[in-house]
Protein backbone atom coordinates (compact mmCIF):
# COMPACT_ATOMS: atom_id res chain seq x y z
CA UNK A 1 0.00 0.00 0.00
CA UNK A 2 1.39 3.77 -0.79
CA UNK A 3 -0.09 6.96 -0.93
CA UNK A 4 -0.25 9.95 -3.15
CA UNK A 5 -1.24 13.17 -1.79
CA UNK A 6 -1.80 15.89 -4.06
CA UNK A 7 -2.27 19.18 -2.73
CA UNK A 8 -4.01 21.69 -4.82
CA UNK A 9 -4.16 25.40 -3.70
CA UNK A 10 -7.25 27.59 -3.60
CA UNK A 11 -9.84 24.73 -4.82
CA UNK A 12 -12.98 25.11 -2.96
CA UNK A 13 -16.69 23.71 -3.40
CA UNK A 14 -18.60 26.62 -4.62
CA UNK A 15 -22.27 27.26 -6.14
CA UNK A 16 -23.48 26.79 -9.86
CA UNK A 17 -23.38 30.85 -11.50
CA UNK A 18 -21.05 33.26 -13.96
CA UNK A 19 -18.91 33.66 -10.90
CA UNK A 20 -17.47 29.95 -11.22
CA UNK A 21 -15.47 28.54 -13.78
CA UNK A 22 -16.01 25.15 -12.84
CA UNK A 23 -19.63 25.72 -14.73
CA UNK A 24 -17.74 26.82 -17.75
CA UNK A 25 -15.89 23.36 -18.39
CA UNK A 26 -16.61 19.73 -18.19
CA UNK A 27 -14.36 18.11 -15.16
CA UNK A 28 -15.03 14.77 -14.72
CA UNK A 29 -13.02 15.53 -11.01
CA UNK A 30 -13.63 19.07 -10.20
CA UNK A 31 -17.23 19.61 -11.44
CA UNK A 32 -18.44 19.68 -7.32
CA UNK A 33 -20.93 21.82 -6.54
CA UNK A 34 -22.51 23.02 -2.98
CA UNK A 35 -25.66 20.46 -2.31
CA UNK A 36 -24.94 18.56 -5.65
CA UNK A 37 -23.60 14.66 -5.37
CA UNK A 38 -20.85 14.37 -7.95
CA UNK A 39 -20.20 11.25 -10.30
CA UNK A 40 -16.55 10.91 -10.01
CA UNK A 41 -14.19 8.27 -12.24
CA UNK A 42 -12.75 5.62 -11.21
CA UNK A 43 -14.98 5.06 -8.48
CA UNK A 44 -13.67 7.86 -6.22
CA UNK A 45 -15.05 9.10 -2.78
CA UNK A 46 -15.52 12.24 -1.79
CA UNK A 47 -15.45 13.76 1.71
CA UNK A 48 -16.67 17.15 1.97
CA UNK A 49 -14.33 19.12 4.46
CA UNK A 50 -14.14 22.00 6.87
CA UNK A 51 -11.03 24.30 6.23
CA UNK A 52 -12.26 26.90 8.48
CA UNK A 53 -10.56 25.08 11.58
CA UNK A 54 -12.84 26.86 14.16
CA UNK A 55 -11.35 30.24 13.71
CA UNK A 56 -12.92 33.54 12.77
CA UNK A 57 -11.36 34.95 9.29
CA UNK A 58 -11.23 33.42 6.37
CA UNK A 59 -8.89 30.34 5.89
CA UNK A 60 -5.16 31.11 4.52
CA UNK A 61 -2.12 29.16 3.30
CA UNK A 62 0.18 28.93 5.54
CA UNK A 63 -2.25 27.44 8.58
CA UNK A 64 -4.17 25.63 6.60
CA UNK A 65 -1.04 24.12 4.75
CA UNK A 66 0.14 23.22 8.09
CA UNK A 67 -3.03 21.62 9.19
CA UNK A 68 -3.05 18.92 5.95
CA UNK A 69 0.39 18.37 6.79
CA UNK A 70 0.68 17.83 10.62
CA UNK A 71 -2.55 16.86 11.81
CA UNK A 72 -2.41 20.13 13.69
CA UNK A 73 -4.69 22.84 14.03
CA UNK A 74 -2.51 25.40 13.16
CA UNK A 75 -4.89 28.57 13.52
CA UNK A 76 -5.87 27.21 17.02
CA UNK A 77 -1.93 27.38 18.05
CA UNK A 78 -1.22 31.09 16.88
CA UNK A 79 -4.79 32.02 17.23
CA UNK A 80 -5.38 33.06 13.99
CA UNK A 81 -5.85 32.31 10.13
CA UNK A 82 -1.86 32.91 8.83
CA UNK A 83 -1.69 34.09 5.16
CA UNK A 84 1.57 32.90 3.42
CA UNK A 85 4.69 31.09 4.40
CA UNK A 86 4.65 29.70 8.45
CA UNK A 87 5.75 31.51 10.99
CA UNK A 88 8.27 30.42 13.64
CA UNK A 89 5.78 28.97 15.53
CA UNK A 90 4.38 27.17 12.50
CA UNK A 91 7.77 26.24 11.03
CA UNK A 92 8.04 24.42 14.83
CA UNK A 93 4.70 22.38 14.28
CA UNK A 94 6.08 21.14 11.10
CA UNK A 95 9.54 20.48 12.29
CA UNK A 96 7.78 18.22 14.66
CA UNK A 97 4.52 16.49 13.72
CA UNK A 98 5.09 16.46 9.68
CA UNK A 99 3.15 13.81 7.62
CA UNK A 100 7.02 13.05 6.67
CA UNK A 101 8.37 12.48 10.12
CA UNK A 102 5.39 10.64 11.38
CA UNK A 103 5.64 8.37 8.75
CA UNK A 104 9.63 8.42 8.71
CA UNK A 105 9.73 7.58 12.33
CA UNK A 106 7.50 4.27 11.41
CA UNK A 107 9.43 2.97 8.91
CA UNK A 108 7.59 4.11 6.12
CA UNK A 109 9.58 5.92 2.91
CA UNK A 110 8.40 9.43 2.22
CA UNK A 111 9.09 11.92 -0.51
CA UNK A 112 8.40 15.27 -2.23
CA UNK A 113 7.68 15.14 -5.75
CA UNK A 114 8.27 19.10 -6.81
CA UNK A 115 11.30 19.94 -8.49
CA UNK A 116 13.05 23.15 -6.92
CA UNK A 117 14.96 25.08 -9.73
CA UNK A 118 18.91 26.10 -9.08
CA UNK A 119 17.47 29.68 -8.23
CA UNK A 120 16.40 27.90 -4.70
CA UNK A 121 20.04 26.22 -4.44
CA UNK A 122 21.75 29.13 -5.19
CA UNK A 123 19.84 31.75 -3.42
CA UNK A 124 17.62 30.77 -0.75
CA UNK A 125 14.63 32.72 -0.70
CA UNK A 126 13.56 34.09 2.85
CA UNK A 127 10.22 32.97 3.21
CA UNK A 128 9.54 29.25 2.20
CA UNK A 129 6.58 27.51 1.74
CA UNK A 130 4.95 24.89 4.07
CA UNK A 131 5.44 22.04 2.21
CA UNK A 132 9.35 23.04 1.73
CA UNK A 133 9.25 23.69 5.54
CA UNK A 134 8.33 20.15 5.97
CA UNK A 135 10.35 18.12 3.36
CA UNK A 136 13.70 20.26 4.70
CA UNK A 137 12.87 19.57 8.59
CA UNK A 138 12.14 15.90 7.67
CA UNK A 139 15.59 15.54 6.08
CA UNK A 140 14.55 14.82 2.80
CA UNK A 141 16.47 15.68 -0.22
CA UNK A 142 14.91 18.29 -2.60
CA UNK A 143 14.50 17.04 -6.07
CA UNK A 144 16.55 19.09 -8.70
CA UNK A 145 15.79 19.74 -12.89
CA UNK A 146 17.98 17.01 -13.53
CA UNK A 147 15.51 14.82 -12.11
CA UNK A 148 13.29 16.58 -13.96
CA UNK A 149 15.29 15.98 -17.20
CA UNK A 150 14.98 12.11 -15.80
CA UNK A 151 11.41 11.84 -15.25
CA UNK A 152 12.09 11.36 -11.78
CA UNK A 153 10.21 14.90 -10.56
CA UNK A 154 7.52 16.95 -11.38
CA UNK A 155 7.38 20.61 -11.64
CA UNK A 156 4.68 22.83 -9.91
CA UNK A 157 2.80 23.87 -12.66
CA UNK A 158 3.63 20.10 -14.49
CA UNK A 159 3.44 21.71 -17.78
CA UNK A 160 7.12 22.99 -17.58
CA UNK A 161 6.19 26.30 -18.74
CA UNK A 162 7.24 28.72 -15.97
CA UNK A 163 10.63 27.07 -16.07
CA UNK A 164 11.18 27.30 -19.72
CA UNK A 165 9.67 31.04 -18.93
CA UNK A 166 12.55 31.35 -16.28
CA UNK A 167 15.37 30.21 -19.07
CA UNK A 168 15.88 26.81 -18.32
CA UNK A 169 16.59 24.61 -20.70
CA UNK A 170 13.46 21.92 -19.71
CA UNK A 171 11.82 20.29 -22.20
CA UNK A 172 7.69 21.04 -22.32
CA UNK A 173 5.25 18.28 -20.98
CA UNK A 174 1.81 17.21 -21.56
CA UNK A 175 -0.62 16.67 -18.75
CA UNK A 176 -0.87 13.15 -19.95
CA UNK A 177 3.38 12.30 -19.70
CA UNK A 178 3.17 14.68 -16.14
CA UNK A 179 0.81 12.52 -14.45
CA UNK A 180 2.19 9.31 -15.68
CA UNK A 181 5.53 9.90 -13.96
CA UNK A 182 3.99 11.49 -10.85
CA UNK A 183 2.01 7.75 -10.69
CA UNK A 184 5.07 6.06 -11.33
CA UNK A 185 6.85 7.64 -8.96
CA UNK A 186 4.57 7.46 -5.97
CA UNK A 187 4.60 4.00 -6.35
CA UNK A 188 8.23 3.58 -5.74
CA UNK A 189 7.33 5.17 -1.66
CA UNK A 190 4.97 4.71 0.70
CA UNK A 191 4.22 7.94 0.91
CA UNK A 192 4.69 11.10 -1.79
CA UNK A 193 3.15 14.49 -1.66
CA UNK A 194 3.11 16.70 -5.22
CA UNK A 195 2.06 20.58 -4.88
CA UNK A 196 0.48 22.55 -7.28
CA UNK A 197 -0.73 26.18 -6.61
CA UNK A 198 -1.36 27.69 -9.76
CA UNK A 199 -5.69 27.80 -9.13
CA UNK A 200 -5.09 29.79 -5.55
CA UNK A 201 -2.45 32.39 -8.06
CA UNK A 202 -5.49 32.65 -10.70
CA UNK A 203 -8.22 33.28 -8.47
CA UNK A 204 -6.58 35.92 -6.90
CA UNK A 205 -5.71 38.02 -10.27
CA UNK A 206 -9.61 36.46 -10.87
CA UNK A 207 -9.04 35.61 -14.65
CA UNK A 208 -11.80 33.72 -15.91
CA UNK A 209 -10.08 32.66 -19.25
CA UNK A 210 -6.89 31.63 -17.50
CA UNK A 211 -9.33 29.40 -14.94
CA UNK A 212 -11.05 27.62 -17.42
CA UNK A 213 -7.78 27.23 -19.83
CA UNK A 214 -6.16 25.67 -16.84
CA UNK A 215 -8.62 23.68 -15.20
CA UNK A 216 -8.76 21.87 -17.83
CA UNK A 217 -5.33 21.04 -18.42
CA UNK A 218 -5.52 19.93 -14.40
CA UNK A 219 -8.19 17.57 -14.82
CA UNK A 220 -6.09 16.02 -17.70
CA UNK A 221 -3.60 15.39 -15.39
CA UNK A 222 -4.79 14.14 -12.36
CA UNK A 223 -6.66 11.67 -14.60
CA UNK A 224 -3.63 10.96 -15.85
CA UNK A 225 -1.89 10.00 -12.48
CA UNK A 226 -4.98 8.20 -11.51
CA UNK A 227 -5.29 5.69 -14.90
CA UNK A 228 -1.63 5.25 -14.65
CA UNK A 229 -1.55 4.31 -11.16
CA UNK A 230 -2.33 0.57 -9.73
CA UNK A 231 -5.07 1.63 -7.93
CA UNK A 232 -5.55 -2.21 -5.73
CA UNK A 233 -2.18 -1.04 -4.21
CA UNK A 234 -1.83 2.57 -4.12
CA UNK A 235 -4.19 5.01 -2.95
CA UNK A 236 -4.68 8.92 -4.03
CA UNK A 237 -5.64 11.78 -2.41
CA UNK A 238 -6.74 15.39 -2.83
CA UNK A 239 -7.12 18.36 -0.99
CA UNK A 240 -6.66 21.99 -0.82
CA UNK A 241 -6.37 24.42 1.93
CA UNK A 242 -8.97 26.79 1.40
CA UNK A 243 -10.97 27.87 -1.53
CA UNK A 244 -10.46 30.13 -4.04
CA UNK A 245 -10.61 29.90 -7.83
CA UNK A 246 -14.27 28.86 -7.22
CA UNK A 247 -15.43 32.40 -7.04
CA UNK A 248 -14.17 35.30 -9.36
CA UNK A 249 -16.03 37.64 -7.82
CA UNK A 250 -13.34 38.37 -5.37
CA UNK A 251 -9.58 38.14 -5.14
CA UNK A 252 -9.95 36.44 -1.62
CA UNK A 253 -10.12 33.66 -0.23
CA UNK A 254 -13.39 32.22 0.42
CA UNK A 255 -15.28 30.44 3.23
CA UNK A 256 -16.56 27.53 1.10
CA UNK A 257 -15.11 23.55 2.36
CA UNK A 258 -12.49 21.78 -0.08
CA UNK A 259 -12.83 19.06 -1.04
CA UNK A 260 -11.07 15.66 -0.39
CA UNK A 261 -10.75 13.27 -2.91
CA UNK A 262 -9.70 9.40 -2.57
CA UNK A 263 -9.39 6.78 -5.21
CA UNK A 264 -8.07 3.25 -4.91
CA UNK A 265 -7.79 0.40 -2.45
CA UNK A 266 -8.00 3.56 0.72
CA UNK A 267 -10.79 5.11 -0.69
CA UNK A 268 -13.53 4.60 1.36
CA UNK A 269 -11.32 4.77 4.72
CA UNK A 270 -10.02 8.35 3.81
CA UNK A 271 -14.14 9.56 3.09
CA UNK A 272 -15.13 7.68 6.91
CA UNK A 273 -11.99 9.32 8.17
CA UNK A 274 -11.88 12.82 6.65
CA UNK A 275 -14.33 15.75 7.77
CA UNK A 276 -12.19 18.76 8.16
CA UNK A 277 -7.91 19.67 7.32
CA UNK A 278 -6.84 18.35 10.58
CA UNK A 279 -8.41 14.85 9.37
CA UNK A 280 -5.86 14.66 6.85
CA UNK A 281 -2.45 13.80 8.10
CA UNK A 282 -3.98 11.12 10.85
CA UNK A 283 -5.95 9.15 8.38
CA UNK A 284 -3.34 8.66 6.00
CA UNK A 285 -0.83 7.94 9.18
CA UNK A 286 -3.00 5.26 9.95
CA UNK A 287 -4.07 4.15 6.54
CA UNK A 288 -0.38 3.06 6.69
CA UNK A 289 0.24 1.65 9.66
Not at 256 to 278: K, M
Request: proline share 4%; aromatic share 8%; net charge negative.
Amino acid sequence: MSVLLIFIDGLGIGTRGDHNPFCEIESRLFGIFQGEAPSLPFDGKLSITDARLGVEGLPQSATGQTTILSGVNAARVIGKHLHGYPSPRLKQVLQDHSIYRQLLDSGRTVTFANCYSPEYFNRKPRHLSATTVAAETAGLRLRTLDDLDKGDAISHDFSNYFLIGMGHHVRSCTPEIAGERLARLAARHDFTLYEHFIPDLIGHRQDMEWARDHLVMLTRFVISTIGAADLSRQTIVITSDHGNIEDLTTRSHTLNPVPTLAFGEGRSFIQSRVERLTDITPAIVELLK
